[in-house]
């Protein structure tokens, strides 16, 4: 029963996100989310991957799947992720090696 | 990866292989692994292919809902201390805030933009630069907050894992 209660909180506060991010399409324009059309020209990034793309440079897998020579996606996300975590770690553990050391000064 | 005394401060602490991991603990852990898990392969597009990127991120956002519903105890006790509570967990708070708001922008509007996932189902949805272009925002933001919310709880991690490693199925609850 309190799982329940818990879900539909999180439900709640979900939707209330989303709500505001639909008010925010609506205001910025960009419709009410599910109507919105394109209402400026794309980016030259965004034209010149299409051109890209078309070239053949860019490969895309519509249908999808796992493919495992195209893993440069994955390494680079992960070396991101292990990155920022290494900074907030290191800067956490130093906090509290700094702190012990001023408790230990303090009880001696 | 919120340690909400339900997951780590009420496990009794025994030693060595006789340390038991509560099965809400081992649920969080394996869960928030799950979760860290999709969002690596949801982020990499280029080696998951859009099908499957739509796929992830569908059922990552049911394992969010799972996750916030295991943790809400904490958001509200967090919450409700606010102001009480010392810098760190003031920061924690903000950046779980943070990670809420984008991960959710970025589910949604990937679903308003699924080019695959949707059609599958029957539903179609019209093309819209906004939503695009906020999904590709929200989902930059929520690499840089993942790490950083998975990193400060690493106490806990490491805890975890530790009892992990000396655990013995047998002698679980």
Redesign the interface.
């Known amino acids: 029963m309190k799982?329940v209660r818990?879900?539909a909180?999180?439900?709640l506060?979900?939707a209330v996100?989303?709500g505001l991010?639909m008010l925010w399409?609506h205001v910025?324009?960009?419709?009410t989310?599910?109507?919105?059309?394109?209402?400026?020209p794309?980016s030259r990034e965004a034209v010149q991957r299409l051109g890209q793309i078309r070239a053949g440079v860019i490969a895309?897998?519509?249908?999808?799947?796992?493919?495992l020579a195209?893993?440069?996606?994955?390494i680079?996300?992960?070396v991101?992720?292990?990155?920022?975590?290494?900074?907030?770690?290191t800067v956490?553990a130093a906090r509290l090696r700094h702190r012990r050391t001023r408790r230990a000064a303090s009880h001696g | 990866m919120n340690a909400s005394p339900a997951t780590s401060v009420e496990d009794p602490p025994v030693a060595g292989s006789r340390r038991r991991i509560l099965a809400r603990t081992r649920l969080d852990f394996w869960l928030d692994a799950l979760l860290l898990v999709a969002f690596t392969l949801a982020y990499s597009l280029g080696f998951t292919g859009i099908a499957l990127h739509e796929w992830i991120g569908i059922g990552l956002g049911v394992a969010l809902l799972v996750h916030l519903t295991l943790h809400w105890d904490w958001v509200i006790r967090t919450t409700r201390k606010l102001l009480s509570r010392g810098g760190r967990e003031r920061f924690i708070w903000l950046v779980n805030l943070l990670l809420l708001a984008c991960m959710t922008l970025c589910i949604a509007s990937g679903i308003l933009i699924s080019e695959v996932a949707l059609p599958q189902l029957g539903i179609t949805l019209p093309a819209s630069f906004f939503w695009r272009q906020m999904h590709d925002t929200t989902a930059t933001l929520t690499l840089i907050l993942v790490p950083i919310h998975a990193a400060l709880r690493w106490r806990w991690i490491v805890g975890v894992a530790r009892r992990f490693a000396a655990w013995r199925p047998g002698r679980s609850r």
Do not use: N
């Not at chain 1, 989310?33 to 400026?40: C, H, N, V």
């Not at chain 1, 195209?70 to 994955?74: A, H, K, N, R, V």
């Not at chain 1, 992720?81 to 907030?88: H, P, Q, Y």
């Open positions: 799982f818990h879900l909180a999180v439900v506060a979900v996100i989303v991010g399409a910025a324009g960009g419709g989310g599910i109507g919105g059309q394109l209402r400026r794309p895309v897998r519509p249908a999808g799947g796992l493919s195209d893993s440069g996606d994955l680079r996300t992960c991101i992720e292990a990155a920022l975590a290494a900074v907030v770690i956490s």
